[in-house]
């Protein structure tokens, strides 16, 4: 299974980028599909999920800016980032619910800097 997410780079703060995560396997089977982030020297935190029905769960510290979103017919995952924060900064991957540790892709750096 790959998992390659997409869509980061450098933004300001109060910027906004969308990422995408394109899965090598259909995800409509999949109940719970999340995105996770890894920031420098901390462990990877799960920050979103949502389910078959779209049912979507946050992390309290990007609800309100993050809304997260699926295309089963596409095998596709989304994160739609708006006022971005400097402590948004991390490789954020995505997975399901509960991961799976060989399904870990390479991410996508998002850095926000002035």
């Known amino acids: 299974v790959q998992l390659q997410a997409s869509g980061g780079g450098l933004v300001e703060p109060g910027g906004s980028l969308r990422l995408s995560c394109a899965a090598s396997?259909?995800?409509?089977?999949?109940?719970?599909m999340a995105w996770y982030r890894q920031a420098p020297g901390k462990q990877r935190e799960w920050i979103a999920d949502?389910?078959?029905?779209?049912?979507?769960n946050y992390v309290a510290s990007v609800k309100g800016r993050f809304t997260i979103s699926r295309d089963n017919a596409k095998n596709m995952v989304y994160l739609q980032m708006i006022n971005l924060k400097p402590e948004d900064t991390a490789v954020y991957y995505c997975?399901?619910?509960?991961?799976?540790?060989?399904?870990w892709g390479q991410g996508t750096q998002v850095t926000v800097s002035s």
């Open positions: 396997i259909s995800i409509s089977t999949i109940y719970f």
């Open positions: 949502i389910n078959r029905e779209g049912t979507t």
């Open positions: 997975n399901q619910v509960p991961f799976r540790n060989n399904w």
